[in-house]
C-alpha cells in the first residue's frame, strides 16, 4: 500500500512548483533581454586578461560611476557589454581577487548574449545543487525543504543577483558543499571548496577562522593551502602587478575607512554610517566609520561568546553554527549588498526547520518579520527621501532583517557544545 503524503506537503509542492516556473521565466528573460552588469565585468576582464591587457578600475569614482581605464570602456563598447542608467554610460568595476577572472575565461570564448544564457543556465544548476548540500546538510524534513525552497525561489535578492549575473551562484555553491562535506565526514573536500571560496570572494575565510576555533585541524589546513594556491595560481597567470593592485587599491576601496555616506550598503557598518549622516551630516564620516567598525567588532565578540568554548562541538550544533558564522559575516563585511543576501539561504534553513518543529507562534512571527524585511521589499529602501533626517532609520529595513536572523539563530545554539570523541 502507497503511504499517503500530508496534504501539507502536497500544498507546498504545489507553490513551489508555480514559483519555480516564475523563476524560470524570468530567467530566460534575463537571458535574453538582461544587462547582466555584474557578469558584463567579468566577461570583459576575461577577454582583457587574454589580451594581455589589465582589467582593474582603481580610479573609478564610486559615488558617480565613471571608469577611468580606457582600455576597459574601449573593450566593454567593443563587446557591448556597457550598461546606462541615469544619463551615465558605464560598466561596473572588477572588485574581486585576480583568481575570480579564471572561471569565467571559457565563456570570453562566445558572443556576448550566448554567454549571459550560458552563465545562468551555469548558475541556476550551481543553485539547485546548494540547495540540495544544504537541504541534507540540515536534514530537512519534506515540509521544510519544500517551505525553504518556496522562500528562496520567491527571495528578492536571489532575482536581484540573478539578474545581475553576480559571481554568487558559484560562491553559494562552494560555501554548501563545505558545510555538506563537514556535516558528512568529507573534510578534505569541506575544505578545498572553503578554499576555492576564499581566493574568489576573501569574505569566506571567516569560516576558516571558525574551523580553527573548533579545531578541526585537517579542513583548515586543507581550506588554507587551496586558498593560497588559487591565490598562486592567478599571480602566476594574471601577474603580479594585477595582484599587488588589487591589494593596495582596488580592495581597500571597500573596507571600513572608505564606506561611503549613501544608502544600499546592508552591512552593519555600512548601515551606522548612512544612518548617522542622515541624522546629523555635520558629523564627520570618519566618526561614523570608527563607530561602525567597533560595532563589526562587537557583533564578532558576541559571536565568539555564543559558539564558546573553542574545541569540537556535538554535530547537532555544527550547521546551525555555521549558519551564525553566514549571517555574522553578512553583517560585519563592510560591502555587504543585496544580492550578496542569497547566502542567508545555510541560516533560513536552519530556522525553518526550527520553526516548525518548535511551532511556536512568537519564533515564526519575528521569522516572518525578517523575511519580508529581507526578501519580500525592492530597492525601495534606497529612495532619495530616505537619505536624511529621521526618514533614514526607514532605509535600514534589511540590516534590521539580518539582525532578526541572527538574533533566531543564536536561539538555535541552545544546546550545550559538548565535545565529541
Not at 549575473?165 to 573534510?187: D, K, M, T
Request: proline share 6%.
Amino acid at each position: 500500500m502507497i503511504a499517503r503524503v500530508p496534504v501539507a506537503v502536497v500544498a507546498l509542492a504545489l507553490v513551489v512548483a508555480l514559483l519555480g516556473g516564475r523563476f524560470a521565466v524570468r530567467t530566460l528573460h534575463a537571458a535574453r533581454h538582461g544587462d547582466a552588469r555584474d557578469f558584463a565585468i567579468l566577461y570583459t576582464a576575461a577577454h582583457l586578461h587574454r589580451a594581455g591587457i589589465p582589467f582593474y578600475d582603481p580610479g573609478m569614482d564610486r559615488v558617480e560611476g565613471v571608469n577611468r581605464n580606457a582600455a576597459l570602456v574601449a573593450e566593454a563598447q567593443r563587446l557591448g557589454t556597457l550598461h546606462a542608467h541615469e544619463g551615465l554610460v558605464h560598466i561596473h568595476a572588477f572588485s574581486y581577487p585576480p583568481f575570480a577572472v579564471l572561471p569565467f575565461l571559457p565563456f570570453s570564448a562566445l558572443a556576448w548574449r550566448p554567454a549571459v544564457a550560458a552563465w545562468l543556465a551555469v548558475s541556476v544548476a550551481l543553485l539547485v545543487a546548494a540547495f540540495a548540500w544544504i537541504v541534507r546538510a540540515a536534514a530537512l524534513s519534506p515540509a521544510a525543504a519544500l517551505t525553504l525552497a518556496a522562500i528562496f525561489l520567491a527571495w528578492e535578492p536571489l532575482e536581484n543577483s540573478m539578474g545581475l549575473g553576480q559571481i554568487n551562484a558559484l560562491v553559494l555553491a562552494l560555501l554548501a558543499l563545505f558545510v555538506w562535506s563537514l556535516v558528512s565526514g568529507r573534510v578534505v573536500l569541506g575544505g578545498v571548496a572553503l578554499g576555492v571560496a576564499t581566493a574568489l570572494r576573501v569574505h569566506p575565510a571567516l569560516f576558516i577562522g571558525w574551523l580553527a576555533w573548533r579545531r578541526k585541524w585537517l579542513a583548515c589546513g586543507v581550506a588554507l593551502a587551496v586558498a593560497v594556491a588559487c591565490t598562486a595560481l592567478a599571480t602566476a597567470t594574471v601577474g603580479w602587478a594585477a595582484t599587488v593592485e588589487y591589494a593596495t587599491r582596488v580592495a581597500p576601496q571597500y573596507g571600513y575607512a572608505t564606506l561611503p555616506g549613501q544608502l544600499g550598503n546592508l552591512s552593519l557598518p555600512g548601515w551606522i554610517v548612512a544612518t548617522g549622516h542622515g541624522l546629523a551630516p555635520s558629523v564627520p564620516l570618519g566618526v561614523w566609520r570608527t563607530v561602525g567598525m567597533i560595532a563589526s567588532l562587537a557583533v564578532l565578540a558576541i559571536a565568539a561568546v555564543a559558539v564558546r568554548p573553542s574545541g569540537p562541538i556535538v554535530p547537532a550544533r555544527l550547521v546551525p553554527e555555521l549558519g551564525l558564522v553566514m549571517l555574522v559575516l553578512l553583517l560585519v563585511t563592510p560591502n555587504t549588498t543585496i544580492n550578496h543576501l542569497v547566502f542567508t539561504l545555510l541560516p533560513l534553513a536552519v530556522l525553518v526547520e526550527a520553526t516548525l518543529r518548535d511551532g511556536s507562534p512568537a519564533p515564526a512571527l519575528w521569522l516572518a518579520i525578517a523575511l519580508v524585511l529581507v526578501g519580500a521589499i525592492d530597492d525601495y529602501y534606497q529612495h532619495p527621501r530616505l537619505a536624511s533626517g529621521p526618514a533614514v532609520l526607514l532605509a535600514g529595513i534589511k540590516t534590521y532583517g539580518l539582525a532578526i536572523l541572527a538574533a533566531l539563530t543564536l536561539t538555535t545554539l541552545r544546546r550545550p557544545a559538548e565535545a565529541t570523541r
